[in-house]
Nanobody
Framework: VQLQASGGGIAQAGGSLRLFCAASGRIFDIDLMGWYRQAPGKQREFVASITTRGVTNYSDSVKGRFTISRDNSANKNTFLEINVAQPEDTAVYYC???????????????WGGGTQVTVSS
């Protein structure tokens, strides 16, 4: 599975950005797509995820401001819409994809390159 995140840039506080993650390769087996971010000097943290059934999950810090969505069920591409951006959202954003293993509850995760988001105050 190959993933490529794009759409990052500079936004002012209160503004919006839309990130895009393109998936290719062994996409048929993907059942979970997610976004993570890593700010300078901090560990990578979970932002949002969406299953192939459309079930979403968000971190508390972005709930109500960010929206994760799928392009369509066939290509597994995803979007992350950032609204009411805040300076603390500044980070490199990464998308990942999960493929279930034969062992129930286990997945293999794949990562793509990140895209920089900078929010100015």
């Amino acid at each position: 599975v190959q993933l490529q995140a794009s759409g990052g840039g500079i936004a002012q506080a209160g503004g919006s950005l839309r990130l895009f993650c393109a998936a290719s390769g062994r996409i048929f087996d993907i059942d979970l797509m997610g976004w993570y971010r890593q700010a300078p000097g901090k560990q990578r943290e979970f932002v949002a995820s969406i299953t192939t059934r459309g079930v979403t999950n968000y971190s508390d810090s972005v709930k109500g401001r960010f929206t994760i969505s799928r392009d369509n069920s066939a290509n597994k591409n995803t979007f992350l819409e950032i609204n009411v951006a805040q300076p603390e959202d500044t980070a490199v954003y990464y998308c990942n994809a999960g493929i279930p293993r034969k062992v129930a509850g286990m997945r293999d995760f794949y990562w793509g390159g990140g895209t920089q988001v900078t929010v100015s105050s």
